[in-house]
């Protein structure tokens, strides 16, 4: 996580003081991880938004409450969390008249390192030249083979197979620090078990 400066001190003081020039800022620097958390709950990109503009909201209505030693992005990504569950057991309430009862809905519980590598992986394909993009999305997500990608694009099947490469290069390289992180982590917990 990024160490913060003077400038993010001010920053802070200014989102505690109820400035909205400030929430939009850090609206610009988490609202993509704000999202990542919202998503991974609700599973609906519509009501993901709804839950991403609420948690900003509500954040901004008790920025006079945050303590200005904390970090702002646990606290940010514990309010979308609350906000995506109560968002979810809303859409899941009956109305008044002849309906089915209401049903608990399980929650797998997202860590703060899950998000943030969803978060990292969004931006390493965001990051992508966009004929690149296009390929894994197609692929990845639509589940398109490299011949119907080809029609699709209008392309030889030789330049999808390249593009793919090339794209999964990129990506593996930009990624390659949560392998990295994970294998620490994988050893501290295997230290932690035998010790």
């Not at 954040?59 to 303590?67: I, K, L, T």
């Not at 209401?102 to 899950?114: A, K, L, N, S």
Request: aromatic share 6%.
């Amino acid at each position: 996580m990024a160490t913060w400066g003077v400038a993010d001190a001010a920053l802070v003081a200014q989102f505690r003081a109820g400035d909205p020039d400030a929430i939009r800022e850090l609206y610009g620097r988490f609202g993509g991880a704000v999202s990542t958390v919202a998503r991974s709950i609700v599973r609906d990109p519509e009501l993901a938004s709804e839950v991403v503009q609420s948690t900003f909201v509500k954040a901004w209505r008790s920025a006079h409450q945050f303590e200005g030693d904390r970090e702002l992005a646990p606290w940010l990504y514990a309010i979308a969390r609350r906000t995506a569950i109560d968002a979810l057991r809303k859409e899941h309430k009956p109305t008044r008249g002849d309906h089915e009862p209401e049903i608990d809905v399980g929650v797998e519980p997202h860590t703060f390192e899950r998000t943030w590598i969803q978060f990292e992986v969004r931006q390493a394909i965001d990051s992508l030249p966009a004929d690149e993009r296009e390929v894994v999305r197609r692929s990845h997500l639509l589940g398109e083979t490299h011949a119907q990608i080809a029609e699709a694009m209008g392309v030889p099947v030789g330049t999808v197979k390249s593009r793919s490469g090339r794209a999964h290069r990129r990506l593996a390289s930009a990624l390659a620090h949560l392998d990295a992180n994970r294998s620490a982590s994988d050893d501290v917990e295997r230290g932690e078990a035998t010790s």
